[in-house]
């Protein structure tokens, strides 16, 4: 589990060093620039340090070239799959949204019309788009690559989906300006992490994602491949992001225990479905394993 470790350390020994870090860079930072609020200035420390780690953990475990990063397709092949795994992604996002609407979980906005929708989906297009490349390159890419030369693709997949599932749970909190002091990095730390502190509270929302990381790194492995995964993480992606865009959550809905309060759309009902996907890709795993890289060490 050396590989698991690196990257692990990549993560949390990097937000302890944000939050050890984060007075005197803060200080430094807002005589530059008042408007910068602690947490955004922490965050980006954090975002910068975590780089360098993950830097270093790619260098200790040895990933060099682009197979290792999940990109040893040709050009052509890899946007083949991508594609097909965005139109795969959309059409399999796409009912659920629907259904949350319909059963009246999320309510449209006042003002919803056509151009708002148009927007939604440009809006959800580029988050996707940004969110699926940077969480596909470093869970299913570097991190998947690392544990399963060492350990094998079941922990590789497991590991992956979990460490992947855990990472959105950060919370965002927010400290005044008149607050910050020494501790406040400390602080800022606790607060993030304070939603783990209730698991109940998040179970529905973190076995969904756990499903979602278990369908990618299936893919993953048997394509040799990040480009489908990246196609379909970010068709997911879209049609949330496009969904929350253009209508709020009904917390008082009789069917909203179906999506969770961490963000009003994963939940119990989208975990039911990524089963049946999940059931659905193991059936159709010659198909994927079809497209499987050629190059060399891609697997």
Request: net charge positive.
């Amino acid at each position: 589990m050396r590989a698991v470790a690196w990257f692990l350390a990549a993560i949390a020994g990097t937000l302890v060093l944000a939050a050890l870090a984060a007075w005197p860079v803060y200080q430094l930072a807002h005589s530059l620039q008042p408007v910068w609020e602690f947490h955004k200035v922490t965050g980006r420390l954090w975002q910068l340090l975590m780089l360098a780690g993950i830097a270093v953990a790619v260098w200790r475990v040895g990933l060099r070239g682009r197979a290792d990063w999940g990109y040893g397709l040709p050009r052509a092949r890899f946007l083949r799959q991508a594609g097909a795994g965005l139109a795969f992604g959309v059409a399999t996002m796409l009912p659920m949204a629907l259904a949350i609407v319909a059963l009246g979980i999320r309510k449209p906005l006042p003002d919803f019309g056509a151009a708002m929708l148009v927007s939604g989906i440009v809006a959800g297009a580029l988050t996707g788009l940004a969110v699926a490349f940077v969480e596909e390159t470093f869970f299913r890419g570097l991190m998947f690559r690392a544990v399963l030369r060492e350990s094998g693709p079941a922990t590789a997949i497991l590991a992956s989906a979990l460490l992947y599932a855990a990472i959105h749970f950060f919370a965002r909190a927010k400290i005044p300006h008149a607050d910050v002091d020494w501790g406040s990095g400390i602080t800022l730390l606790s607060s993030s992490l304070s939603r783990f502190a209730d698991p109940a509270g998040i179970a529905d929302a973190f076995i969904t994602l756990a499903l979602v990381g278990l369908l990618l790194g299936l893919v993953r492995y048997w394509t040799g491949s990040i480009a489908a995964g990246l196609g379909l993480h970010m068709g997911w992606v879209c049609v949330i992001k496009a969904t929350s865009t253009v209508t709020r959550h009904d917390e008082a809905a009789g069917w909203s225990f179906l999506v969770s309060d961490f963000d009003g759309f994963t939940g119990w009902l989208v975990a039911g479905w990524s089963c049946a996907i999940l059931l659905a890709i193991v059936l159709a795993r010659g198909r994927f394993e079809g497209w499987r890289n050629s190059v060399s060490g891609g697997a």
